[in-house]
């Protein structure tokens, strides 16, 4: 990525995900949203949902990273890392 992305920028995207490709509603989408408990995520969306960060971000997430993300903020900040 040419430009750094603000994590407003970060969460407008990974919102479009999850509204797009994981039929979400928008306003259930917040930094504090818990991906398993609010959004109603298993474990093979989450993992989806590893695959679409990693093509957004077109790097791939440490596994260890991947295990501590809980929340929508958790997954803002790793993209950030990532960027």
Known sequence: MSEKLTKDDILKKLTSILVEDFE????????????????DLDSIDAVDL?????????????PENFKQIKTIGDVVNTIEELL
């Open 24 to 39: 979400i509603d928008e306003n259930l989408i917040t930094p504090d949203a818990n991906l398993f408990e609010d959004l």
């Open 50 to 62: 590893a695959v679409r960060v990693q093509q957004f971000t077109m790097k791939k997430i440490p």
